[in-house]
Structures are given as structure tokens and as C-alpha cells.
């Protein structure tokens, strides 16, 4: 059996179904709400779906069963705010698996984020020795949060403490694809687009405020959600792999660049129309994202990432044109 916290969001809910599709015992921790949250979970036989605040109840009754836990849930939204939010739900819960994981000897992966980097000034290296964690500035709770707990990890590591017998962070970048409707204005930017196509706008995107990039020319490292899954899925596979890693395709693509994959995929002339970045985002804003691939490489993972164009393709042509969005 599986546990996956946040396993009805996006990444959560697409991993879900790769590992109930590989008859795999799925236990899903998360909070539907009263949406179409649930929609995400609608096609896929689980086990259980449990509120966060019953997860310790179920892990002392389970943790003889457990085969792994992969913890996705969090806080996910870049203007969060409420710094206490973030540490009970983004950190201390992260250090409670954690214990948890070694205590039993259970596999644990859980979600970093590129939003660790900052404004990438220290680069984008998966490194996760604590004099290189240090020097990295997020721009947002969001990414400290996030940056904390893999601090926290490489202590841990460091002073040779008890550890889950297979552990990673995985540093995801910016993700794309089904199942992410219910994220408002922190769905991607491709699901965004498709929807102001096809009610006849133009598709927006930000002015540059950067001398060295024109407008939409901002650089980002996309990639298909059904990348990030196919990691995870490996890792699962192969026990023997712990770090810290980042997961990206290693090619940094503008925005127009996704623009244009977009308007491809629908059938429809290019139509772009730049617009302000927000003031209060502007002096947080990235402008280049690229993932450095080699350790994960290294570490044996040798399939090859989807390109943009081909997934934005896939997304629009089996997910966002029909009827049932749905994975």
C-alpha cells in the first residue's frame, strides 16, 4: 500500500493514477472541499481517502503495510502569505514523515521546488551539501518553506541521523498538464492560454521589466506532469537511489515559445497580447529557469523528457479539448 499526501492535486492526483494503474493499494491524503477536487480521483480504484488531520492516526494503525510514502501535499501558491500556514503544512508536516519513514524503513519521496532558487543568481544545481543549500534565496514563503526543509534533510544526512532507507526531494519546475483546473490563477500558464483562445481572446503574457529579455521572452523550464510521474515512478523502482534532485526537461523555452505550442495545438493564428507583470510580483519575478539534469542522469534515469511542443500538444489534443479533462 501507498500513501500519497496531496494525492488529489495535481501532481498528487496524476501520480495516483500511474501507480493505481500498476495495481498498486493507493491511500490518498487530502482535502476535497467542496469543488470538482474530486474529479481528479473519479476514475482511479483506491483504498482510502483520509483528511490531513487523520494522518497520524493512520500511520500508527498502516505502518506495517506501507510499501512508501510519497508526500506531495502542501501549500503550493507562490503568494501565500500566512508564514504559520506554511511551516505546519509545508515544513513540520515534511518532518513528521520523515521521522515516520525512518522509524518503519519506508521509502520516502517528497516534493521540493525550483521556486528553492530564487532568482537563480547560484544557479540552477541540485547539489544538496548544506554550504551550497545556504546560499540559495527564494523569493517567496512559498519556495523558503520548501528550501527550509531541504536544509533540514541535508542536516540530517550530514550528522548521519536516522533516515528513511531510500529518501528524495525532487526540485519539480514549472509543471503543465491534467488535473491542475482546480489551482486558479497557480494553474500553469499553457491551461491559462487555452482558455483565453478559445473564448476569443488573445493570449496574454508579461511585458518584460528586464533589459535582457524582450517581452515574452522570459525563460522557463516546462515540463508535462507525465515527466514528473515517470520519475517518481523510477525511483520507486529503484530503491537504491536517495538525493536531492531536480525534475525538468534541462532546456529552457520562452514564454512565446509556449505560446505559439499552444496556438499549434488548437488550430489558431498567433495572437499575443503583452500586458504589465503585477507590481506586487514584479520584483520577484524570475526570468530563467532551466534545470540541471545531469544527476538525476547520473543516477541512472535515462528516459528521454517530453518536448514542449509534443506535450502541449498532448494536453490540448486529449485533455483540454474534450469533453472529460480528466486523467
Known amino acids: 500500500m501507498f500513501l ?15 501507480l493505481v494503474g500498476q495495481g498498486k493499494s493507493v491511500v490518498v491524503s487530502d482535502w476535497l472541499g467542496h469543488d470538482d477536487k474530486w474529479r481528479n480521483l473519479a476514475k482511479h480504484e483506491l483504498e482510502d481517502i483520509i483528511k490531513p488531520e487523520t494522518l497520524p492516526e493512520f500511520l500508527t494503525e498502516n505502518a506495517d503495510k506501507l510499501e512508501g510514502v510519497f508526500h506531495m501535499g502542501a501549500i503550493s501558491a507562490t503568494t501565500e502569505t500566512d508564514g504559520d500556514a506554511l511551516m505546519e503544512n509545508n515544513f513540520k508536516l515534511s518532518k513528521e514523515l520523515w521521522h515516520f519513514c525512518a522509524k518503519h524503513s519506508i521509502p520516502y519521496i517528497y516534493a521540493s521546488s525550483a521556486a528553492t532558487y530564487g532568482g537563480g543568481e547560484h ?16 523569493l517567496n514563503g512559498y519556495g523558503w518553506s520548501k528550501q527550509l526543509f531541504d536544509r533540514w534533510v541535508a542536516r540530517r544526512i550530514e550528522n548521519n541521523d536516522p533516515q528513511p532507507p531510500q529518501w528524495a526531494g525532487l526540485k519539480f519546475f514549472n509543471v503543465y498538464g491534467p488535473n491542475e483546473y482546480h489551482k486558479g490563477g497557480q494553474a500553469s500558464v499553457a491551461f491559462h492560454l487555452f482558455n483565453q483562445v478559445t473564448s476569443g481572446e488573445a493570449a496574454k503574457l508579461f511585458q518584460s521589466h528586464h533589459p535582457d529579455y524582450s517581452d515574452g521572452g522570459q525563460l522557463r523550464d ?29 532546456q529552457a523555452r520562452s514564454f512565446v515559445d509556449l505560446a505559439r505550442a499552444v496556438f499549434s495545438a488548437m488550430n489558431r493564428n498567433e495572437n499575443i497580447k503583452y500586458v504589465p507583470t503585477p507590481e506586487n510580483i514584479r520584483d520577484k519575478y524570475q526570468y530563467f529557469t532551466e534545470a540541471r539534469m545531469s544527476k538525476l542522469k547520473e543516477a541512472g534515469y535515462d528516459h528521454p523528457f517530453t518536448s514542449l511542443e509534443e506535450g502541449v500538444q498532448r494536453y490540448v489534443t486529449e485533455f483540454l479539448a474534450q469533453e472529460d479533462a480528466y486523467k
Open 4 to 18: 500519497v499526501t496531496g494525492g488529489a492535486g495535481f501532481i498528487g492526483s496524476n501520480l495516483v493514477a500511474s
Open 123 to 138: 544557479g540552477f544545481d541540485d547539489e544538496e551539501d548544506i554550504t551550497h543549500l545556504a546560499k540559495l534565496q527564494p
Open 222 to 250: 516546462f515540463i508535462a506532469v507525465e515527466d514528473c510521474v515517470r520519475v517518481m515512478m523510477w525511483l520507486k523502482d529503484n530503491p537504491t537511489v536517495s538525493g536531492l534532485f531536480n525534475v525538468g526537461t534541462g
